[in-house]
């Protein structure tokens, strides 16, 4: 089983930044795939950014240029540096994670942390 725990979240004005960390710890073989999804009020989630164990990363078109995603394989977390913030980028970010046991695949997801823009 792999617990997810998230941090960086909160209330930001229009054109700052913001940096969600996503820690993975637990029992497992391999930590595959991670990324950060998100679910704004009245919308379906959504993904944001991925990264793959090698570090190529894929965002949605709505933050390219503006979000970057990254990992550190050592400790197992996943970041995504938010720039340029703006008032549509609001709602609840979610960390997810692809593991492996030494049987199967599975997923696990993070419980979310709110990120507000605001001015």
């Known amino acids: 089983q792999v617990n997810l725990v998230e941090s960086g979240g909160g209330l930001v004005q229009p054109g700052g930044s913001l940096r969600l960390s996503c820690a993975a710890s637990?029992?497992?073989?391999?930590?595959?795939?991670m990324g950060w999804y998100r679910q704004a009020p009245g919308k379906q989630r959504e993904v944001v950014a991925t990264?793959?164990?090698?570090?190529?990363?894929n965002y949605t078109d709505s933050v390219k240029g503006r979000f970057t995603i990254s990992r550190d394989n050592f400790v197992n977390t996943a970041y995504l540096q938010m720039n340029t913030l703006n008032p549509q980028d609001t709602a609840v970010y979610y960390c997810?994670?692809?593991?492996?046991?030494?049987?199967?695949?599975?997923?696990?997801w993070g419980r979310g942390t709110q990120v507000t823009v605001s001015s």
């Open positions: 637990g029992h497992f073989f391999s930590i595959n795939d």
């Open positions: 990264i793959t164990p090698g570090g190529s990363a």
């Open positions: 997810y994670v692809s593991w492996s046991d030494y049987l199967y695949e599975h997923s696990s």
